[in-house]
């Protein structure tokens, strides 16, 4: 640098010597602008584990490799563009660069981008890795932010070609669509996944723009919501080029906080998938299914127990049940099997000897669930009532076989209902004792001639009687 100096005037040969005014200063001359150098190591994390360790190797060899297939650009803090290519040591070495903030672009190899790159300067393992954002600057470039210093800057630059994926079905390999929610996991990152277009039960993730995530190396990670119905059997993982077609080599899986991982360095190469394969099953059932009784109506006496239960279940019904007890033993089972039916119908017809009875009845669905056991009491009285004609001349008037006055004595253990007197309903008090008198033609619809008197009990047994008033 140079420094200013001041300048003064003299009169050469002069007998008296003048001095000058004094002359402005002049500016010091601008100190050159500081420079430092960018160093930036590419390379690809062929074993993928974050790191660039050429020492360690892959399952089928492979070793991470620095990268020098497309040049780097570096724009300073003054706008100004650096373009390089890798050196003889196959590093790019940016020099003279003006200190202060700077943006490094790296081409990616496969345009549409189909890798990502990470920063793992300084790293110790993949946890300290940081994905780079892909932007556009002369194409697709990935891109980080550097500050340029005098005593200079390094950089390593990873590049990664991971894919996360998953396959659902059940157990019979049929696949699975619609999972609700299922998400893929790098770098401490969550991405939300979606069904492939061409593949029922595929899963990946995708960008914005529609393109596959590429995922850090480390822990990959996968989580879904199972459907209704449906829980998780069983998650293994296998990786290779098209592993949910052709699993090709098993991955270790482990379970943590709800999610499944495998790690990345079991990945044989940088651009292959690590696939979850998973397996649905249903949820045990534990719902006990529902009956109703249909017939018969429990409050009145029947001659014949004529039974239908129905029921339903929607895991599918095994059979129905109905047992018939009297005095707490069983007398009669009835059951139909119901085939797996989400509702099904039971019916039984039993002849019974008179008396009460209790039917107990349930059902019970695939899963082996039995509804709650209901009951019901009913009295069976199939003894038809007795009608007698009543002595004594105000009841009944006889005149050989004919009447000219009649009345009946009705009596039934299970009461007396009705009678109909040729097709007219008389109805009567629900008595085991009952009267029908002083029947003649012109009253309770009889008529001179033949007659039909038909006596119900409350169960619906009948009696009928025929005879003749003059």
Same mark, same amino acid.
């Given at each position: 640098?140079?420094?200013?100096?001041?300048?003064?005037?003299?009169?050469?040969?002069?007998?008296?010597?003048?001095?000058?005014?004094?002359?402005?200063?002049?500016?010091?001359?601008?100190?050159?602008?500081?420079?430092?150098?960018?160093?930036?190591?590419?390379?690809?994390?062929?074993?993928?584990?974050?790191?660039?360790?050429?020492?360690?190797?892959?399952?089928?060899?492979?070793?991470?490799?620095?990268?020098?297939?497309?040049?780097?650009?570096?724009?300073?803090?003054?706008?100004?563009?650096?373009?390089?290519?890798?050196?003889?040591?196959?590093?790019?070495?940016?020099?003279?660069?003006?200190?202060?903030?700077?943006?490094?672009?790296?081409?990616?190899?496969?345009?549409?981008?189909?890798?990502?790159?990470?920063?793992?300067?300084?790293?110790?393992?993949?946890?300290?890795?940081?994905?780079?954002?892909?932007?556009?600057?002369?194409?697709?470039?990935?891109?980080?932010?550097?500050?340029?210093?005098?005593?200079?800057?390094?950089?390593?630059?990873?590049?990664?070609?991971?894919?996360?994926?998953?396959?659902?079905?059940?157990?019979?390999?049929?696949?699975?669509?619609?999972?609700?929610?299922?998400?893929?996991?790098?770098?401490?990152?969550?991405?939300?996944?979606?069904?492939?277009?061409?593949?029922?039960?595929?899963?990946?993730?995708?960008?914005?723009?529609?393109?596959?995530?590429?995922?850090?190396?480390?822990?990959?990670?996968?989580?879904?919501?199972?459907?209704?119905?449906?829980?998780?059997?069983?998650?293994?993982?296998? /990786?290779?080029?098209?592993?949910?077609?052709?699993?090709?080599?098993?991955? !270790? $899986?482990?379970?943590? &906080? =709800? @999610? *499944?991982? +495998?790690?990345?360095?079991?990945?044989?190469?940088?651009?292959?998938?690590?696939?979850?394969?998973?397996?649905?099953?249903?949820?045990?059932?534990?719902?006990?299914?529902?009956?109703?009784?249909?017939?018969?109506?429990?409050?009145?006496?029947?001659?014949?127990?004529?039974?239908?239960?129905?029921?339903?279940?929607?895991?599918?019904?095994?059979?129905?049940?109905?047992?018939?007890?009297?005095?707490?033993?069983?007398?009669?089972?009835?059951? /139909?099997?119901?085939?797996?039916?989400?509702?099904?119908?039971?019916?039984? !017809? $039993?002849?019974?000897? &008179? =008396? @009460? *009875?209790? +039917?107990?009845?349930?059902?019970?669905?695939?899963?082996?669930?039995?509804?709650?056991?209901?009951?019901?009491?009913?009295?069976?009285?199939?003894?038809?009532?007795?009608?007698?004609?009543?002595?004594?001349?105000?009841?009944?008037?006889?005149?050989?076989?004919?009447?000219?006055?009649?009345?009946?004595?009705?009596?039934?253990?299970?009461?007396?209902?009705?009678?109909?007197?040729?097709?007219?309903?008389?109805?009567?008090?629900?008595?085991?004792?009952?009267?029908?008198?002083?029947?003649?033609?012109?009253?309770?619809?009889? $008529?001179?001639?033949?007659?039909?008197?038909?006596?119900?009990?409350?169960?619906?047994?009948?009696?009928?009687?025929?005879?003749?008033?003059?």
């Amino acid at each position: 640098m140079r420094n200013g100096r001041r300048y003064a005037l003299a009169a050469a040969g002069a007998a008296a010597v003048l001095v000058a005014a004094p002359l402005p200063a002049m500016a010091e001359e601008t100190a050159d602008a500081a420079t430092g150098t960018l160093t930036v190591t590419r390379f690809d994390d062929r074993y993928a584990d974050g790191l660039f360790d050429p020492s360690k190797t892959t399952a089928n060899g492979d070793a991470d490799r620095l990268n020098t297939s497309l040049a780097a650009q570096l724009v300073d803090v003054n706008g100004t563009r650096h373009y390089k290519s890798a050196d003889a040591d196959g590093l790019y070495r940016f020099t003279d660069v003006p200190v202060g903030p700077a943006t490094l672009y790296l081409g990616h190899p496969n345009y549409p981008a189909n890798e990502v790159f990470f920063d793992a300067t300084g790293a110790q393992s993949a946890a300290d890795i940081v994905r780079l954002p892909t932007t556009e600057y002369f194409g697709a470039q990935g891109t980080a932010d550097v500050v340029i210093d005098e005593d200079g800057e390094e950089r390593l630059i990873g590049m990664t070609a991971l894919g996360v994926v998953a396959k659902v079905s059940l157990a019979d390999g049929t696949p699975v669509s619609g999972v609700p929610a299922i998400e893929f996991a790098s770098g401490g990152e969550w991405f939300s996944g979606s069904e492939y277009a061409g593949l029922a039960g595929g899963y990946e993730a995708q960008t914005s723009d529609y393109r596959v995530v590429r995922h850090l190396p480390g822990d990959l990670g996968m989580r879904l919501t199972a459907p209704e119905g449906y829980r998780v059997a069983s998650v293994t993982a296998a /990786t290779g080029s098209a592993p949910i077609s052709y699993p090709d080599i098993p991955m !270790t $899986v482990t379970e943590r &906080d =709800g @999610a *499944y991982w +495998v790690s990345s360095t079991d990945v044989p190469l940088y651009f292959f998938d690590a696939a979850f394969l998973v397996t649905l099953e249903k949820l045990p059932d534990t719902t006990r299914p529902e009956v109703a009784v249909v017939s018969p109506v429990p409050t009145a006496p029947v001659p014949a127990l004529a039974l239908q239960i129905d029921a339903t279940d929607d895991g599918g019904l095994q059979r129905i049940v109905a047992n018939i007890y009297k005095g707490g033993k069983l007398v009669k089972s009835t059951q /139909t099997a119901a085939g797996g039916a989400t509702s099904a119908t039971h019916t039984a !017809t $039993v002849n019974l000897p &008179d =008396g @009460a *009875y209790t +039917v107990k009845y349930n059902a019970q669905d695939l899963a082996g669930n039995i509804s709650r056991t209901s009951t019901f009491d009913v009295t069976i009285d199939a003894t038809a009532p007795k009608a007698t004609i009543k002595n004594g001349r105000a009841f009944t008037l006889a005149k050989g076989d004919a009447y000219d006055l009649i009345s009946f004595k009705l009596q039934d253990a299970g009461k007396i209902d009705r009678v109909e007197l040729n097709g007219k309903v008389k109805d009567l008090t629900d008595n085991v004792w009952s009267d029908v008198n002083f029947v003649k033609p012109g009253t309770f619809g009889a $008529v001179q001639g033949e007659n039909t008197l038909v006596v119900y009990d409350v169960a619906g047994n009948a009696t009928t009687v025929i005879f003749t008033l003059r």
